[in-house]
């Protein structure tokens, strides 16, 4: 390792501290010799030349599923419960495109549990939806519409970008 310049003489050779008598700069040149460094006339290695950047190893995604939309988790979890029974209620909403892409999983688990039907799945819809007779209605109604369908109940659309943050938007509908 070189020695640079300013640092009051003490260098780094091979790992271990000395005294030097000549400094050198980040270029690999010979400067001229400071007063304090007239002890010792080690020399000094010339600098390596500097190695090509190595490509960023980044870890894999493992069990990592779902996003986290920017928010802690009690609001994230919020957010998704009022997206969702807003999804059901009107069939149609318009979202930045990620919320639309997470909404998704929860829109067809509510569908899925109204195709099934049961007294177990009816509770699990109403405890995580915020409208109790919009589970009623979901219930009634969902599960004739999906009957034939084994999955994707609902479609995510790109639209234009958000003025103001160029944000991606899409829009989420009931298939």
């Known amino acids: 390792m070189a020695f640079v310049s300013g640092c009051g003489g003490l260098g780094v050779t091979g790992g271990r501290a000395a005294v030097?008598?000549?400094?050198?700069?980040?270029?690999?040149?010979?400067?001229?010799?400071s007063p304090v460094s007239q002890r010792a006339q080690?020399?000094?290695?010339?600098?390596?030349?500097?190695?090509?950047?190595?490509?960023?190893?980044?870890?894999?995604?493992?069990?990592?599923?779902?996003?986290?939309?920017n928010k802690p988790a009690d609001q994230r979890k919020a957010?998704?419960?009022?997206?969702?029974?807003?999804?059901i209620?009107?069939?149609?909403?318009?979202?930045?495109?990620?919320?639309?892409?997470?909404?998704?999983?929860y829109a067809d688990h509510m569908i899925q549990l109204s195709k099934d039907g049961s007294l177990h799945a009816r509770r699990q819809?109403?405890?995580f939806m915020y409208?109790?007779?919009?589970?009623?209605?979901?219930?009634?109604q969902g599960a004739e519409r999906y009957k034939e369908r084994q999955g994707g109940y609902t479609r995510v659309l790109r639209t234009m970008p958000r003025k103001?943050?160029?944000?991606?938007?899409?829009i989420i509908e009931l298939v």
Request: charged share 25%; proline share 6%.
């Open 20 to 33: 030097c008598s000549r400094e050198t700069s980040f270029s690999g040149q010979a400067m001229a010799a």
């Open 42 to 69: 080690l020399p000094v290695a010339p600098m390596m030349p500097s190695l090509p950047t190595m490509p960023t190893i980044e870890a894999m995604r493992h069990r990592k599923r779902g996003r986290k939309l």
């Open 125 to 127: 819809a109403m405890g």
């Open 79 to 87: 957010l998704l419960r009022a997206l969702t029974t807003e999804l």
């Open 131 to 140: 409208d109790k007779q919009l589970v009623h209605a979901l219930f009634e």
């Open 164 to 170: 103001g943050d160029n944000a991606q938007m899409g």
């Open 89 to 105: 209620r009107h069939g149609r909403i318009s979202a930045t495109l990620a919320r639309c892409k997470e909404v998704r999983r």
